[in-house]
């Protein structure tokens, strides 16, 4: 079982949906989660970055963690097409050391 | 411009042909990173460097090596590459905070096919 497990999808919404992207993982020792948005073609570019559990806001985009099921969510409101790309998650403990989802590819069409 | 470069973009290269792939950031980052993307299985981190000197293993480490002489470079060697190293791979760069790398800067990515 990897670390953390992330439905590839690929999921596809209408333009202006709310879109939930989730991911679990088993380690209990993990404290710091990410998401990272990555076009088709090019790097990961960091969406979110949250430590412990709680909520998170930026714009559009909000990250949930719950540390009492392990689960990651990634909420989208108001999707866009620009929003078509493929959004992993990560986790790590207070190390280096990055564990990322399979990735999920998100398609929002107009 | 704050940036993350890797070299070469793109190689084909033959079963044992030992090759180095470089990474560059102008960024004064502590912390460096490699990984590998391959369908179906994410991104998986293969080392990792807190600064300059200490490196890390990461999920994949077999088959590769790392260097950190410098701040600014963290080359991937892969000294008798083999066909199952075929894949998209990525450099990383990123601030500590707490001593979590928590805004990582992506290289655009190198290529990798081994025959």
């Known amino acids: 079982q990897k670390e953390v497990e992330q439905d590839p999808g690929p999921l596809s919404v209408p333009e202006g949906a709310i879109v939930s992207l989730n991911c679990t993982y088993s380690n209990s020792a993990f404290q710091y989660f990410m998401w990272y948005r990555q076009y088709s073609r090019k790097g990961p570019e960091l969406l979110m970055y949250?430590?412990?559990?709680g909520n998170k806001e930026d714009g559009r985009f909000t990250a949930q963690v719950d540390k009492s099921s392990k689960y990651i969510s990634l909420f989208i409101r108001d999707s866009q097409p620009s929003d078509s790309a493929t959004y992993l998650c990560?986790?790590?403990?207070?190390?280096?050391?990055?564990?990322f989802g399979q990735g999920t590819t998100l398609q929002a069409k107009p | 411009e704050a940036q993350v470069t890797q070299n070469p973009r793109y190689l084909i290269t033959v079963t044992g042909k030992k090759l180095t792939v470089t990474c560059s950031q102008n960024m004064n980052h502590e912390y460096m990173s490699w990984y590998r993307q391959d369908p179906g299985l994410g991104l998986r981190q293969i080392y990792y460097?807190?600064?300059?000197?200490?490196?890390d293993k990461g999920d994949v480490p077999e088959g590769y090596k790392v260097s950190r002489k410098e701040k600014r470079n963290f080359p991937l060697i892969l000294e008798s590459p083999s066909p199952n190293q075929t894949s998209l791979y990525f450099c990383?760069?990123?601030?500590?905070?707490?001593?979590?790398?928590?805004?990582?800067?992506f290289g655009p990515g190198t290529r990798l096919t081994v025959l």
């Open positions: 990383a760069s990123s601030p500590l905070d707490r001593g979590v790398p928590d805004t990582q800067y």
């Open positions: 949250t430590y412990s559990s």
């Open positions: 990560a986790s790590s403990s207070n190390t280096g050391k990055l564990i």
């Open positions: 460097s807190m600064n300059v000197e200490v490196t």
